[in-house]
């Protein structure tokens, strides 16, 4: 009990003594050779340190780069077909697995002829910093009891010569642990070739031993391939129909495709009549003809229609109207189109592309052809 007391005391003498040299109000013990090699062997273990680190943040890079590279191969066999250079992506993927093999090799090197040799020779830095700490305990000790002396023997306090033993005591613990700090430091910063050399030629034949691999086995895929030119893919020409000539974006302003003149009639496609009941409704956007006063070009009309299927055109010695019925319901949009039912009469005015003009009642407009039948 009493040497916890004593301990509490003296930890709450210590704080007091901090708190007086912050005000100034006490003096403080300076060692500048101290803190000289305190500053440089502060500087040397966190520059170890984070070779430490770095060491390991390498080893871990090459892990995720083995797993990328041979993603990459993987993908690649998964998609060139079996013929052309595919020997060579399978000697890729191959190549992949055995410079896994050297860097798992490369990592065991670097845990146990790096790493692990760092972490002990990590040990005496961290032993100097506890006893750095134990020293500027002491020192600050020393301080105390040389403000305490000063302030007895200003007051002729018969406790002064105590307080002036423990003093002495204090110097002796504090300048003998303070000459073995100023002679250990150093000797580790001095000491740093002799442990760094070993460790850096760890490091580079094992990095060279793996990249070695890594050559050789890529290498042997490049004579695979000599006979492709590596920048042929830069610039590569579409091999799909331009868009300026495609049936998507291409429309004649009767709606007929502007590319049905290239359609190859042999094709195995065969459309669906108009008249069947499996046909389902054109999302193509409407293109008014000119007397309906709307510009042509504020519409962008995707064919629907495939261009064998053009809409049929009646023959050009028929006399208009004509007599037609509605096979499907239809809704108009607008002004301009009709609203129909399905077995309703009407009257066919115009019967070109995929939009019919007819009068239904009082009410004349178009109406899509695949919609209605001419009688």
Known sequence: MNNLWSKTKTAAQQTKQKAM?????????VDTS??????????????????????R????????????????????????????VSSAVQRGREACS???????????????????PMILYNQQFDEVKRRTDI???RKLDMDRYKHDLKARQAKADPKASLT???????????DILNHELLQDMPKLYEDRGAFLEPLFSTFNHGFADFYDVAHTSISATNALL????????????HIITPREQSAAYAINADGTPATIASYDSASTYQPTPASTTAYSPPTAAYVPPAEYNT??????????????????????????????????DFSGQDETELTVKAGESIEIYAAEGEWWEAQHGNHRGLVPYNYVQML
């Not at 993603?71 to 998609?79: C, D, H, P, R, T």
């Not at 002036?164 to 504090?174: F, G, T, V």
């Not at 000599?226 to 020409?237: D, Q, W």
């Open 57 to 84: 943040k390498l080893v871990k890079a090459l892990q995720a780069l083995s797993e990328a590279q041979t993603a990459v191969y993987e993908g690649f066999l998964q998609l060139y077909p079996s013929e052309g």
């Open 164 to 174: 002036e033993d423990k003093l002495a005591r204090a110097q002796m613990n504090y």
């Open 226 to 237: 000599s006979s492709v030119p590596r920048a042929s893919a830069v610039g590569y020409k």
């Open 295 to 328: 510009p042509v070009d504020t519409y962008e009309a995707v064919p629907v229609v495939p261009f064998a299927a053009a809409a049929p055109s009646a023959p050009a010695s028929a006399e208009w109207p004509k007599p037609g019925r509605v096979l499907y």
């Open 98 to 116: 055995t410079m896994e093999v050297a860097r798992v090799q490369f990592e065991q090197i670097m845990n146990t002829e790096f790493q692990e």
């Open 135 to 137: 020293r500027s305990t």
């Open 34 to 55: 101290f803190n000289a090699e305190r500053d440089k062997f502060n500087e040397y273990n966190t520059k170890l340190k984070k070779l430490k680190e770095d060491s």
């Open 21 to 29: 040299v912050k005000l100034g109000r006490a003096e403080e013990t």
